[in-house]
């Protein structure tokens, strides 16, 4: 693709590492991409495309890469990723071409707006701590992890229920009875 704006909606994210020497680790978002900016106007892509936003979290880069996640209101888990001052579903990116004429994909947060392997539980965790820490250092409170889904139901689940399966079924009311 061509530098320029772009709008995307994110599709995932997910902590890795490059298949180099270092394994340098990175957290990855990754957008569907629809739209590009012409004169002030977003046009339709032909097709939507995906593309990957990778900031790396190494001893020199973390800083940024946690500014980054906190200014977009990250809640901290890598399993359930939310935002909450951030629209991850208009998603204004931009692309570049560096000087190996690869793509540079990064998100535009003044607009609110070869994948290597993916971490081991224990790295995804201590990177979860890690921005929790960071986020208390500057005095952000981020969201709790969301709940896990509910268990699913035992049994026959295409019976219906009868009134004697219902605590409290007992008490019959008639439809005159009830107040709406």
Known sequence: MEPGTYLGSLQAMYGGKLNNEQQTPFIALEFEVSHIAVNGEWQDLPAPRT???KWFVTEKAEPYTMEKLLTMGFNGNMDSP???SWNQDQAILT???NENDYEDWDVDLRTGGGQGE???PDTKK???ASFKSYAETRGKKINQPAPK???KPQGDTDSPVTDDEI???ENDVSDSEIPF
């Open 51 to 53: 593309r990957t936003v």
């Open 82 to 84: 939310q935002f909450d």
């Open 95 to 97: 692309c570049e071409i």
């Open 118 to 120: 993916t971490w081991e």
């Open 126 to 128: 201590k990177f979860e």
């Open 149 to 151: 889904a509910a268990p």
């Open 167 to 169: 605590p409290g079924a």
